[in-house]
């Protein structure tokens, strides 16, 4: 993943050049592509792309801000067309679905864990085991926090604003 994030770093903001030094030409608009997103959708996922990680960021950035097509990505990356095609997809559904910002908004209800775990499962995609190894601790307790989130999701956990 280091080359990968590496080869994305050059080619995000700057010097265009992917792997082999091959030209990436990144003047098309987003407009009409695969995703058929408004101006609204589009800014909102801007904003929102914040809180992916380093990587997953310019993914979604290039595809975004700089109309990369998935092939244009995926030579820059290091990557198969079709896993950067889906990672993005992926990526944007995630953004757009506004889960994870619930129980952002919900912090106080949920605790700092519980909030982390939101966003290892609903915006990373992350197992259980996963999530456990990555904040060190049990899968019983991010289990727990699952069903905590998803109570919070379903509307039957109690908020303040019941």
């Not at 997953?56 to 092939?71: C, H, I, N």
């Not at 506004?98 to 700092?112: D, E, K, M, S, W």
């Amino acid at each position: 993943m280091s080359r990968v994030r590496g080869n994305l770093d050059r080619a995000a903001w700057g010097g265009q050049r992917g792997p082999g030094g091959a030209g990436v030409a990144v003047d098309r608009p987003l407009a009409g592509r695969s995703l058929h997103l408004a101006a609204e959708e589009v800014e909102l996922l801007r904003r929102r792309a914040e809180i992916l990680s380093r990587a997953d960021r310019t993914l979604v950035l290039m595809y975004l801000e700089k109309g990369s097509r998935f092939s244009e990505i995926a030579q820059v990356a290091g990557l198969n067309e079709v896993s950067v095609g889906r990672r993005i997809h992926k990526l944007v559904g995630r953004l757009m679905d506004g889960q994870y910002i619930t129980c952002v908004r919900h912090r106080a209800l949920l605790g700092t864990l519980n909030v982390a775990i939101a966003k290892d499962r609903l915006i990373e995609g992350l197992s259980v085991r996963g999530i456990a190894a990555k904040r060190r601790t049990t899968s019983y307790r991010v289990r727990r926090g699952l069903v905590q989130i998803q109570l919070l999701l379903d509307g039957r956990l109690k908020t303040q604003e019941d």
